[in-house]
């Protein structure tokens, strides 16, 4: 998402924020990440990454589906400013 003005944006570093998402019709955590000083937003998807080690969960690297519907699920973000 772009076009977050100037008073809303961290002013050092970028703030990742745990949000509930829709993709393609399901509810998935993700996270936002509030880009410090660009005035964007970007979103992630989560999901089961597989490991050597294990199944942890983490943030998909294909993103969102190409299909049905995405957004925010009743989610407000909460990050500072400092």
């Not at 299909?67 to 400092?82: E, F, P, R």
């Amino acid at each position: 998402m772009t076009g977050l003005p100037l008073i809303c944006q961290p002013a050092t570093a970028n703030e990742l924020v745990p949000i509930s998402l829709e993709n393609n019709g399901n509810n998935v955590m993700g996270a936002a990440e509030v880009n410090a000083l660009s005035g964007t937003i970007t979103f992630f998807c989560s999901g089961i990454i597989a490991t050597a080690v294990g199944t942890p969960i983490g943030y998909l690297a294909a993103g969102f589906t190409n299909t049905g519907i995405k957004g925010m699920n009743d989610t407000t973000i909460v990050y500072s400013l400092a």
